[in-house]
């Protein structure tokens, strides 16, 4: 059996005014053929399932293409473009495969083009046709449409968040693709859409957790494959916005019809339980310092890269100077600029800075510091997280600066922080400290809340602040939870299709 792989993945926050663009695909991740195999072997996240589990099962690979890169404004057209031509060129250029198993993300937009992913989809199919089988694995926060739905066989979405379970999605698209050639298994879907958004909500908290738990329940009876609960990306101002519910059974489309409609009602009936009201940076962190033990961990949710965000913001950073706080470390500051300047000046230098803010002053303005270079790094480690775990990862030049009683930590590229390597890479153990504040919205927990005494979400101006009455929809569907009144829940009038 053979078997193609392939992928391409972005998260797309439209209010952002950093276009994506094609040098930061190629800048990130553009691998072709082996190398996606050599290197996802053994890594925890999609392709990395899909290698591993082929390999377990002794399925032939066909390696095609795969590109990522981090989260930004809205694609250019011109990069898209190029993008689709790279991934159906190399799958048009495969010879015998059996099944096509691809790793997109849900959320992605284009310039003139809102579904990316229902838009590879298509092309695919108008490729190879719709006698071959496709299995697609998606992220948690996609904005689910019935194109997407149409072109595939089957629609796997990540069930966790943080997304340690990314490596699991994998090997089930594997394992389902193999089922469908060697078994007759015909994946059957059914989207049921709603008119709601939800902010950032960990899974392993209410409510998330009895959504998930539901979805679980259902995945127990006979006939169902798959029951995914999408939370949206909030962020995306397009008109298929929002929370949606995936079922997948095997060849039964009103079991796959109930199970949609069964757990969609419950995420209806916990709509509220779903409002997060976060304290300022100031206010957090007052809480921290009355909190008893350490680390107390501090996420600076609405400038989450991981989110589309500049990842220069200061708002917290400066609330952590005003406040003259020692033994605390801050993670990161996107700043090439600074980085270049203190790489130039050496160990043991004192500089005076400008730093973050460059990108808008939404999320800060520059901050104005005398700052201690106390080292320098290459930026480079292997993430420990249980997402994406053995990962190299590359965040470039990058320096530890000591300002008044703070570590703070300036990287050449944009991330959030997922575990505590990036500190570790320049000296500072995270578990000696009383405060350490980061850029993350959830996906930090994973490797934080283990070792932390307490976690503290703050929200400020961002394009990722929980407070969606922040943004200017233009384009979504209205009316939608919360930003509008609710109605008596009805499924037909309610659910989107």
């Known amino acids: 059996m053979k078997v193609i792989i392939g992928g391409i993945a972005h998260e797309t926050n439209t209010f952002s005014n950093v276009p994506t663009t094609l040098e930061m695909f190629q800048s990130y991740e553009w691998d072709y053929h082996e190398t996606i195999v050599n290197r996802n072997r053994g890594v925890r996240n999609f392709p990395g399932g899909m290698v591993d589990r082929a390999e377990e099962l002794g399925i032939e690979l066909l390696p095609t293409f795969l590109t990522f890169t981090y989260p930004a404004g809205t694609i250019l057209r011109e990069a898209y473009d190029r993008i689709k031509k790279e991934l159906l060129d190399t799958i048009a250029a495969t010879e015998g495969a059996d099944a096509i198993c691809l790793g997109l993300h849900g959320a992605g937009v284009v310039e003139g083009i809102d579904d990316l992913e229902g838009d590879i989809l298509a092309s695919v199919r108008q490729l190879v046709g719709y006698d071959i089988p496709l299995i697609v694995t998606l992220d948690l926060h996609a904005n689910m449409t019935q194109k997407m739905v149409d072109e595939a066989d089957a629609l796997l979405g990540v069930h966790l968040y943080p997304h340690v379970d990314c490596y699991e999605r994998g090997i089930e698209a594997i394992d389902l693709a193999h089922k469908m050639v060697t078994e007759g298994i015909k994946p059957t879907m059914h989207l049921t859409r709603l008119p709601l958004l939800i902010p950032t909500s960990a899974t392993h908290h209410s409510p998330a957790r009895e959504i998930n738990e539901a979805c679980w329940a259902w995945e127990k009876e006979e006939g169902v494959i798959d029951c995914a609960f999408f939370h949206g990306f909030p962020y995306t101002d397009i008109p298929e916005l929002g929370v949606s519910v995936l079922s997948v059974t095997n060849n039964d489309q009103e079991l796959a019809k109930k ?22 940076p100031a206010e957090g962190i007052a809480m921290a310092l009355e909190t008893e033990g350490m680390p107390i961990v501090i996420n600076e949710t609405s400038d989450n890269p991981g989110g589309g965000t500049p990842g220069d913001g200061t708002h917290l950073l400066r609330a952590m100077l005003e406040a003259k706080l020692t033994n605390a470390c801050f993670g990161f500051i996107y700043d090439p600029e600074v980085v270049q300047i203190a790489h130039q000046a050496g160990v043991g230098a004192t500089i005076q800075l400008s730093l973050g803010g460059k990108t808008d002053y939404l999320h800060g303005e520059p901050l104005e510091v005398t700052a201690y270079v106390k080292a320098l790094t290459d930026g480079k480690f292997i993430a420990t997280t249980p997402m994406g775990q053995g990962g190299h990862e590359n965040f470039g030049k990058s320096v530890r600066l000591q300002i008044d009683g703070v570590d703070v930590l300036v990287c050449s590229v944009k991330s959030q922080v997922l575990d505590e390597q990036i500190f570790l890479l320049h000296g500072i153990d995270v578990t000696k400290y009383k405060i350490v504040a980061l850029k993350s919205s959830t996906h930090f927990r ?13 929200d400020s101006p961002g394009l990722t602040t929980l407070n969606f009455r922040f943004f200017k929809y233009e384009r979504a569907i209205r009316p939608i939870y919360p930003l509008d009144p609710a109605t008596e829940w009805n499924l037909h009038q309610l659910t989107r299709k």
């Open 446 to 458: 994973a490797s934080f809340e283990p070792i932390s005494a307490r976690v503290i979400t703050v």
């Open 259 to 280: 199970v949609s409609e069964d757990v969609a009602s419950l995420i209806w009936e916990k709509r509220d339980e779903f409002e997060l009201n976060m304290p300022s």
